[in-house]
C-alpha cells in the first residue's frame, strides 16, 4: 500500500472509530501506526486525543499484530516522553499508558508502578492536565493500581477531596471509584 493511502486508511479509521479495520492496518505496518498515533495524542481536538487513545488500546490488544518487544517498547517510550529530559509536553501519555496497560496487563507488574509513580515521586510528579491524565490513567487501570501503590491511591483520594482545580477533582473521583 502506498503511503499516502496508507496514511488515508489510518486517518479514516480513527476517525470513524472503526478499530477492526485499525487493528488490520496495523499489521500491515505495526510502527508507522504506533507513530502515527502516538503523535495524536497531543493534539488540540480533545476527541482526536481521545480516539487515539482508544486506538491504541486496540492496537495494542491484538496480540497476534502487536509483539510483546513493540509494546514494551512503546511503555518505555511512554515513559521518556514524561520526563523533562525529553523536552516534551505530554499531553495524552498518560491516558494511552493506562489504556496500554488495561489492554496489555502482562505489563502491569513491569510499568505500573512507573505509571504509580507520576502521582507521588516528587521527581516524577505532574500537573495541570498532565496530571488529570495520570489521576485517569490510574482509574481507568483500577484495582490494580490501587493495589501496586497505595501511595499514589493516597494522592487520589487527597486531590478528589480538596484540588483546587475542580476538574481534577472530578477525575481523581472518578478514579477513587474505580479502586
Known amino acids: 500500500m502506498q503511503g499516502g493511502q496508507w496514511k488515508t486508511n489510518i486517518k479514516d479509521a480513527v476517525s470513524n472509530e472503526d478499530w477492526s479495520g485499525l487493528v ?4 500491515q505496518e505495526p510502527a508507522k501506526t504506533l507513530r502515527y498515533l502516538t503523535g495524536r495524542l497531543s493534539s ?3 476527541r482526536l486525543k481521545w480516539k487515539a487513545v ?3 488500546s486496540a492496537v495494542a490488544a491484538d496480540r497476534e ?12 517510550r511512554f515513559l521518556w516522553l514524561l520526563t523533562d529530559e525529553s523536552g516534551n509536553v ?3 501519555i498518560p491516558e494511552a499508558f493506562g489504556e ?6 502482562e505489563f502491569q507488574a513491569e510499568f505500573l508502578p512507573l505509571l504509580c509513580s507520576l502521582a507521588y515521586d516528587p521527581e516524577r510528579i ?15 487501570v483500577g484495582h490494580p493500581a490501587a493495589a501496586c501503590s497505595p501511595e499514589a491511591v493516597e494522592v487520589v483520594v487527597r486531590a478528589a477531596q480538596e484540588h483546587p482545580e ?14
Open 24 to 27: 488490520q492496518l496495523a499489521r
Open 126 to 140: 505532574q500537573t495541570g492536565a498532565i496530571e488529570q491524565g495520570v489521576f485517569w490513567a490510574l482509574g481507568r
Open 90 to 92: 505530554p499531553f495524552g
Open 166 to 179: 475542580p476538574e481534577t477533582r472530578s477525575i481523581a473521583t472518578w478514579a477513587r471509584s474505580r479502586f
Open 44 to 46: 488540540a481536538d480533545a
Open 65 to 76: 499484530g502487536m509483539s510483546e518487544h513493540r509494546i514494551r517498547r512503546l511503555l518505555q
Open 54 to 56: 482508544r486506538a491504541l
Open 100 to 105: 496500554v496497560l488495561v489492554a496489555r496487563p
